[in-house]
């Protein structure tokens, strides 16, 4: 059993910058792909992006492609979401998730066990 603690969020205004943290235990870290998501009120929750387990391979949603960067420490077992030039639409609860290696990193909810608590970050215009 993984679990998962995010940390980081908070308040900024658009076009600063937060880092996000999420911090695993209970398990074998680098035998999971990592993601980071993100849900809004009234919103699906949504994939913002993924790395692989060695931290070679990233993926990003198309909205954040550019200003966001996902990387792993696996000697730390932790997992990170830099976050630049922040607009109000990344106004959201971030979460991450760890899921099995098959199949490479996924978008999808459904590929990912385990799940973080979450940590809001909201963006002022």
């Known amino acids: 059993q993984v679990q998962l603690v995010e940390s980081g969020g908070g308040f900024m205004k658009a076009g600063g910058s937060l880092r996000l943290s999420c911090a695993a235990s209970?398990?074998?870290?680098?035998?999971?792909?990592m993601g980071w998501f993100r849900q809004a009120p009234g919103k699906e929750r949504e994939f913002v992006a993924g790395?692989?387990?060695?931290?070679?391979?990233?993926n990003y949603a198309d909205s954040v492609k550019g200003r966001f960067t996902i990387s792993r420490d696996n000697a730390k077992n932790t997992v990170y979401l830099q976050m630049n030039s922040l607009k109000p639409e990344d106004t959201a609860a971030y979460y991450c998730?760890?899921?099995?290696?098959?199949?490479?990193?996924?978008?999808?909810?459904?590929?990912?066990?385990?799940w973080g608590q979450g940590t809001q970050v909201t963006v002022s215009s």
């Open positions: 998730a760890a899921g099995g290696v098959v199949g490479g990193i996924r978008s999808d909810v459904s590929a990912y066990d385990y």
């Open positions: 209970g398990g074998t870290f680098s035998n999971y792909v």
């Open positions: 790395v692989s387990w060695s931290g070679r391979i990233t």
